[in-house]
């Protein structure tokens, strides 16, 4: 079993960066794909990136590519979500979730076993 904890989300104003990093427990980690997924107010919740367990393999959301990317360190149990040039829309509580599954990325929340209880991400204009 996984437990995930997210940290790093704030506010920021729109073209400015943060960092999401995702800690996990658990002797599997690097035997999971992991995941980060947001939702909106009022929206239904939404895949963002995702990275395979050795981190060979990315996969992100069309509203994100080219501005955030995804990465971990196994040694540390740690996914990280670097996000740039941020908009208002961005602005969501973000989930980091993990899959117990080696290499295939999916967008499909029902994949993923665990999840964290998410973190706040703020971006005005």
């Known amino acids: 079993q996984v437990q995930v904890v997210e940290s790093g989300g704030g506010s920021v104003q729109a073209g400015g960066s943060l960092r999401l990093s995702c800690a996990a427990s658990?002797?599997?980690?690097?035997?999971?794909?992991m995941g980060w997924f947001r939702q909106a107010p009022g929206k239904e919740r939404e895949f963002v990136a995702g990275?395979?367990?050795?981190?060979?393999?990315?996969d992100y959301a069309a509203p994100v590519k080219g501005r955030f990317t995804i990465s971990r360190d196994n040694a540390k149990k740690t996914v990280y979500l670097q996000m740039n040039n941020l908009k208002p829309e961005d602005t969501a509580v973000y989930y980091c979730a993990a899959r117990p599954e080696s290499g295939i990325i999916t967008t499909r929340q029902v994949a993923y076993n665990y999840w964290g209880q998410g973190t706040q991400v703020t971006v005005s204009s």
């Open positions: 990275i395979s367990s050795t981190g060979g393999r990315t």
């Open positions: 658990g002797r599997s980690f690097s035997g999971y794909v």
